[in-house]
């Protein structure tokens, strides 16, 4: 079981350090470690085994001094990932310690939540109401986790604009195989002088129009999977974090294939048929 | 005939290349038009949820956004102080917090508390019974909630809500039903007065402030009012609307910003590309056409504005049906949008401004005049003779 303090708010101060540190020391007290996220250390300029004076006065009353022991990457949260992660992680007690006020005994030994691991997760439930009878006014909120809700409905706004996408992109194709067709029309009047039946020459434009929307469906597919890298290197710049904004798998090409090869068979045969159906004489312009 | 009625006929003897031409530049240019909106509309929106508070400057500790850094120590020196300020007409100080209020099936909610005075202009409206005041009944301190609260919890004015989250339980007495700016859809959320604050939080420091929220003197201006509080109090930090929005277009916004252009891009590329194929492959199959009208005595510009209008027929009848189209989808994309968490109902990600509208129609009149230029060289470069024999020969 392990605790942790709600959202807290430090100063950090680093310009001078030394008088905290030479006050911690003097009692005989050994100066506390902290870990500071990436970010903090970037934006501020620390380093590792540098003192710093943290207090929870925005004007840096009551500071203290720590070192810093180490640096750690925030669990990117997709929440929260526009904002910089500026963090740093104390000992529970050193954080009690700099955060009560004095003669405030109480909050010296409050803390925000409990983190509870379950021997087994499918107990939550009865854990809750076992706890929620024996400690009223505590609330028992179970950890999610892989579904979070602002993912699933970004999720669902870029399926949205996928939709829409796919609506414009089936005008523009009906439109090319409309105009394919037309280019070709005395080319059709002449194979079904020739004998060829309306059928076979269907056949011949579903073909055509298959092997079309393969290319088209596995060349887009690579030039995604070519430029997720510089996508997610951007935004990852852009956010400072380790988050992967986008990413190709297998399910989602072979969606996007699966998608595209009927439309594109469609197309071809909706502006084949809307030809064909003309008498022959009509096709060859007489 | 004008350019444009021979462009009309031109299109009206191939209906179905016209209208699919149409409705691709329709659906994409709604696309366009939608973020567009989507770029700034935030922005738009979030500037009104603030301006509707009746406060135009914000006072925190840190540079940190209100609620997102340390609290203001001493808040109540620094409220008189700031109110001694000429060019302020009101300060208010705000204290947020969260706690566990007792259902009425004897389990527990979490409710926002907004712990704020009695004297105020719009941290709320009030919408049913009366507003806070600053006495207590039966040493129940007054509490307005708001809509989602009352509703499920059958709260009304006179209601009770016992505090599950102090022991022991802290009783307040419903005065009235408000409505937060700020509250998200299904939040519960409820104000308090800054007494009734430090009751609900009995371990949280006392004369803090979150923020303390600032009206300047109507004819003074926030910039002038911001400047005061820096100069009385440069240990704190005071934004106005702008400074905040601005900060939010930089960093929180920001990506419903890139993804906007992203996509604005390529709905311009996509219409771009459509009208540029549809119009060349027309040129390319009316060569002997054209070639035969310039033989008759047509000019090269006549030409030229024959597929200026045809490009402008094409992308501007597109673009108008885009309009229509293109709000009904953000209305659409914009209900997906709002479901996110912890965001205020009021909150829109798209927004109608007349400058997306502007934007949207210079987008598209460029769009028409590069979609034609290729056609325009290929049609205006035709030689006559070789291509009139040619189509005799073919």
Not at chain 2, 16 to 45: E, H, K, N, P, Y
Not at chain 2, 182 to 193: Q, R
Not at chain 2, 342 to 359: G, I, K, Q, T, W
Request: positive net charge; charged residues 20%.
């Amino acid at each position: 079981m392990s605790a942790r303090l709600r959202v807290l708010f430090l100063v950090l101060l680093v310009a001078h350090p030394a008088a905290g540190l030479a006050a911690s020391e003097a009692v005989g007290q050994p100066v506390a470690e902290i870990l500071v996220s990436r970010g903090l250390l970037q934006e501020r300029g620390l380093s590792v085994g540098q003192i710093v004076m943290l207090s929870a006065d925005a004007r840096g009353a009551g500071a203290r001094p720590f070192r810093i022991a180490g640096v750690y990457e925030p669990t990117p949260d997709p929440s929260r990932f526009t904002a910089k992660r500026l963090e740093a992680r104390l000992h529970l007690p050193d954080l009690l310690a700099l955060t009560a006020e004095p003669g405030e005994a109480g909050v010296a030994d409050a803390v925000g939540a409990i983190n509870v691991a379950l021997e087994d997760p499918s107990d939550a439930g009865a854990f809750a109401r076992e706890l929620g009878a024996r400690a009223p006014g505590v609330s028992v909120v179970r950890a999610a986790a892989g579904d979070d809700e602002h993912f699933m409905i970004i999720e669902r706004f870029h399926v949205a604009i996928s939709v829409v996408t796919m609506i414009g992109s089936t005008a523009f194709l009906l439109a090319l195989m409309v105009i394919r067709a037309d280019e070709r029309r005395e080319i059709a009047g002449l194979l079904r002088l020739l004998g060829l039946r309306r059928r076979r020459i269907l056949l011949q434009a579903l073909l055509e129009g298959l092997c079309i929307a393969a290319a088209g469906a596995v060349f887009g597919v690579l030039l995604a999977a070519a430029t997720q890298g510089a996508v997610n290197a951007f935004f990852q710049w852009r956010y400072d974090t380790t988050l992967v904004f986008l990413r190709v798998t297998p399910a989602i090409a072979a969606r996007c294939v699966a998608l595209a090869l009927p439309l594109g068979v469609m197309a071809g045969l909706l502006a084949s048929w809307t030809l064909l159906r003309r008498p022959v004489l009509d096709l060859l312009r007489r | 005939m004008s350019p444009l009625q021979f462009a009309g006929r031109s299109l009206y003897r191939q209906p179905a290349r016209a209208i699919l031409g149409l409705t691709g530049v329709a659906v994409v240019g709604a696309l366009l038009f939608d973020m567009l909106m989507l770029s700034r509309g935030l922005i738009v929106s979030f500037r009104d949820l603030l301006e509707s508070t009746g406060f135009d400057v914000r006072v925190t500790a840190t540079e940190a956004l209100p609620g997102l850094g340390p609290a203001v120590a001493d808040a109540a020196a620094a409220t008189d102080e700031l109110r001694g300020l000429p060019e302020l007409a009101a300060v208010v100080p705000v204290r947020f917090g969260g706690a566990a209020v007792e259902t009425r099936d004897k389990k527990t909610r979490q409710v926002a508390i907004i712990g704020s005075e009695t004297r105020r202009r719009g941290e709320w409206r009030l919408v049913e019974g009366a507003d806070l005041g600053d006495g207590t009944d039966g040493g129940r301190p007054d509490m307005v909630v708001n809509r989602t609260l009352a509703r499920e919890e059958a709260l009304a004015p006179g209601s009770i809500v016992r505090l599950a989250s102090t022991l022991p339980g802290r009783e307040f007495r419903v005065t009235g039903v408000v409505e937060f700016p700020f509250e998200a859809t299904g939040e519960s959320m409820a104000g308090v007065t800054l007494r009734g604050f430090t009751l609900a939080f009995p371990t949280a420091r006392r004369d803090e402030a979150d923020l303390l929220l600032v009206a300047s003197q109507p004819g003074v201006g926030t910039d002038a009012a911001v400047a005061a509080i820096r100069h009385a109090r440069p240990d704190l930090h005071a934004f106005s609307i702008d400074e905040v929005l601005e900060r939010l277009r930089h960093a929180e916004f920001s990506y419903f910003r890139q993804v906007s252009f992203v996509l604005a891009t390529i709905a311009s590329f996509f219409a771009l590309l459509l009208v540029t194929t549809l119009l060349t492959v027309s040129v390319n199959q009316r060569l002997g056409e054209v070639a035969a009208l310039r033989a008759l005595g047509f000019s090269r510009r006549r030409i030229t504005l024959d597929l200026l209008a045809e490009s402008a027929l094409l992308v501007g009848g597109g673009g108008i049906a885009a309009i229509p189209l293109g709000l009904l989808l953000a209305r659409g994309l914009d209900s997906i949008l709002r479901q996110m968490p912890d965001l205020p109902s009021r909150l829109h990600f798209f927004v109608f401004e007349p400058r997306a509208l502007a934007l949207h129609l210079g987008f598209l009149v460029l769009a028409a005049l590069i979609a034609a230029a290729y056609p325009v060289i290929l049609a205006a470069r035709l030689p006559i003779a070789a291509t009139l024999r040619r189509e005799s020969i073919s």
